[in-house]
């Protein structure tokens, strides 16, 4: 069979007749090797972003490290409704606090009475020694010395009960979060784990306290929960401080009642699961 290039010949180029119209290409046989790329780390700054905050009390405009909210991914929920985000824990940063020494969670920070101003101006503003911080996030010292603040800016402008309950839940919530991240360096000798332990347990019993207080004086939403979410909450707080009675009492309620969703007849389910098992084992 005459290949495609005979004739060739008449053309003096005959030393072409037998050419090969394609040559192997021995790289396209090889396989490509793909490198897969490297997952991306992200760290707590990742989270965080500065926000402009204008401070209600001396009208300074400042910056305040916000989570994302949009971008941290929820991994779990404590009894007491302490939510857990991978990578960062966002309790961190609901203290908003002002180089002029006013401090308050995020949910009051902008909402302050002239009386509330004032006195916080005479009684905080003219005496308080911030320390501004210069890091891209907050540490949990930080962190703890600007909740301190918070609660003793909202005793002095006498803040509702609501409020002054809400500071010591989540100042709780910051010292368990404290032991995690102590526990999980491997820097959390028993001494400070008790101690540590303590002062969460303290605040709980005034988050519990408090709640109770708003519970019976103040209209809902308390605190932007709704009145089975409260009612809730507080078996759970009434369990972790070993009122199992109170707690029991809570969780009737909230299972006999016609109004409370789904999810919290749930939660209180499992709650009243949690007391039984402890009294099987001998609790108190």
Not at 63 to 88: H, P, W, Y
């Amino acid at each position: 069979m005459a290949g495609i290039f005979s004739g060739l010949e008449s053309l003096g180029l005959g030393n072409l007749t037998g050419a090969k119209l394609f040559e192997k290409d021995d790289k396209a046989k090889k396989k490509v090797e793909v490198k897969k790329a490297e997952p991306v780390v992200l760290e707590e700054k990742d989270y965080i972003f500065d926000k402009t905050v204008e401070c209600p009390v001396c009208d300074a405009k400042f910056t305040a490290k916000v989570m994302k909210n949009s971008k941290a991914k929820l991994i779990s929920s404590d009894i007491d409704l302490r939510q857990k985000f991978e990578g960062v824990d966002a309790v961190k940063y609901d203290a908003i606090r002002c180089d002029c020494g006013y401090s308050a969670l995020s949910r009051y920070f902008p909402t302050i009475m002239p009386t509330q101003a004032k006195a916080i101006k005479a009684n905080i503003c003219s005496r308080v020694k911030v320390t501004p911080n210069t890091g891209e996030t907050y540490s949990y010292e930080e962190a703890i010395e600007r909740y301190k603040l918070t609660l003793a800016c909202a005793v002095v402008k006498n803040a509702k009960a609501s409020e002054k309950a809400y500071i010591c839940l989540k100042s709780a919530w910051l010292l368990r979060g404290y032991q995690e991240y102590l526990q999980g360096k491997g820097e959390l000798p028993e001494e400070k784990k008790e101690a540590l332990a303590t002062e969460e347990r303290e605040y709980l019993k005034n988050a519990y306290e408090g709640f109770v207080n708003a519970r019976a004086s103040e209209n809902t939403p308390i605190a932007g929960m709704d009145e089975w979410t409260v009612d809730y909450l507080l078996a759970a707080l009434a369990y972790e401080i070993d009122d199992y009675e109170s707690s029991l009492k809570m969780i009737s309620k909230i299972l006999t009642s016609n109004a409370a969703n789904s999810r919290m007849k749930d939660k209180a389910r499992e709650l009243k699961e949690s007391i039984a098992e402890k009294v099987r084992n001998g609790a108190n």
